[in-house]
């Protein structure tokens, strides 16, 4: 079959249209944004021990200096950690933690074709081991070392000892002014007794002198 110049043109233009979108086909993976592929911890999981890491992974690989990064605690703080270690499509964020309740590990990246992507990962810890609260957040277990304390334990039972041995010192300081009274009293009688015989023996006297007068 003979080809006219208007079957070769036509020809052409197939051709290169077809080449045009094979070519599209293969770039548009290239291009594409990243997405957000899955989490460690999952997003809005409610978990009994806080983890010491949250892992996040992409459909594309990561440009570590581009992304930004920020762990925020139940009240909205900034929390103050290590800096992300990323490996190919994902990022791995060492945690800190401040009080039980809910985190946001909230990140910003490039895709390859300069697509800027926004998201977050939010769970919810029920407890902090010690060794991942962040600094100045930690419990000082002053209350619990003084609840186990011994000096602090016994300081009841000494109190009631004091209090026991100021009442005794009180009853016998009460034992001693009775006996006080009573020697007291008992010295104002013999005094008196003593003081009763002299003046009865002086007025027998003076008596017997005056009868012995009259006789004469």
Known sequence: MLRTPIHRAIAFALAAAGGAVLALGLAAPASAH????????????????????????????????STE????????????????VF??????????????????????LYSEDGHRVDDAVR??????PEALYAPGAAPT?????????????????ATTDAATSAAGDAEESNTGAALAAILLGLLVVVV?????????GRKQQTDDGRGGSDAV
């Open 34 to 65: 990243a997405a957000l592929v899955g989490t460690d911890p999952e997003d809005g999981a409610t978990l009994a021990t806080a983890p010491p890491e949250v892992a996040v992974t992409f459909s594309e690989i990561l440009d570590g200096p």
């Open 69 to 84: 990064i920020a762990v925020t605690d139940p009240a909205g703080e900034v929390v103050p950690v290590e800096p992300a």
């Open 87 to 108: 490996e190919g499509d994902t990022f791995t964020q060492p945690m800190l933690y401040t009080t039980p309740g809910e985190y946001t590990v909230a990140f910003r």
């Open 123 to 128: 769970f919810t810890v029920e407890s902090i």
């Open 141 to 157: 277990g002053e209350a619990s070392e003084g609840a186990s304390d011994p000096a602090t334990a016994d300081e009841p039972e």
């Open 192 to 200: 008196g007794g003593v003081v009763l015989v002299k003046t009865l």
